[in-house]
T-cell receptor, first 111, second 113 residues
Framework: EDQVTQSPEALRLQEGESSSLNCSYT??????LFWYRQDPGKGPEFLFTLYSAGEEKEKERLKATLTKKESFLHITAPKPEDSATYLC????????????FGRGTSLIVHP | GAGVSQSPSNKVTEKGKDVELRCDPISGHTALYWYRQSLGQGLEFLIY????????KSGLPSDRFSAERTGGSVSTLTIQRTQQEDSAVYLC???????????FGQGTRLTVV
């Protein structure tokens, strides 16, 4: 069973159509949840870090939120240049410092 | 440079040959990670270095894979006797501490023919 699950796997939006991506994790003891953007042929680009439930971070059209068991990446009025794969990773307590990644959500924004 | 640097960006090798992949982390970052990303797959953890501590090798898929980090900075991932299933993008990342976000390089695309 995956520790980190992202949904949906793929999402197609029209330009300006707001939506949310989900990242849920099945274990307790979160020591950080991270969102990344990955463009084809490139390494993941860091977006946000969230550490505790209720925390929110914003950057341009993106807003990340965190609850006890999941995080949402809200995309407001997306543009075609927001098209990318969005990855979520969690670092758990209990001795492991290694971020575990979900499989990502592939977002396509049509003009 | 300011970011994580990986070389080469692309590597084509024959099955059975050994390859070395290099990672230059961000200066001052104590933690360094290697991941592998196959086509359409998520990031698979390989190995983790933290300061002068013994590395966490729990993600290495076989004993053909090894890595070292010299002087707490540059890291080399070595794959011996490469197989076709080793074809993937190998990503290196570093973080300031073991609790902060990791920053990735652009990756090395390895193709075994």
């Amino acid at each position: 069973e995956d520790q980190v699950t992202q949904s949906p796997e793929a999402l197609r939006l029209q330009e300006g159509e707001s939506s949310s991506l989900n990242c849920s994790y099945t274990v307790s003891g979160l020591r950080g949840l991270f969102w990344y953007r990955q463009d084809p042929g490139k390494g993941p680009e860091f977006l946000f870090t969230l550490y505790s439930a209720g925390e929110e971070k914003e950057k341009e059209r993106l807003k990340a939120t965190l609850t006890k068991k999941e995080s949402f990446l809200h995309i407001t009025a997306p543009k075609p240049e927001d098209s990318a794969t969005y990855l979520c990773a969690v670092r758990l307590s209990g001795g492991s410092y290694i971020p575990t990644f979900g499989r990502g959500t592939s977002l396509i924004v049509h003009p | 440079g300011a970011g994580v640097s990986q070389s080469p960006s692309n590597k084509v090798t024959e099955k059975g040959k050994d390859v070395e992949l290099r990672c230059d982390p961000i200066s001052g970052h104590t933690a360094l990670y290697w991941y592998r990303q196959s086509l359409g797959q998520g990031l698979e953890f390989l190995i983790y270095f933290q300061g002068n501590s013994a590395p966490d090798k729990s993600g290495l898929p076989s004993d053909r894979f090894s890595a070292e980090r010299t002087g707490g900075s540059v890291s080399t991932l070595t794959i011996q006797r490469t197989q076709q299933e080793d074809s993937a993008v190998y990503l290196c990342a570093s973080s300031l501490t073991s609790n902060t976000e990791a920053f990735f390089g652009q990756g090395t695309r390895l193709t075994v023919v």
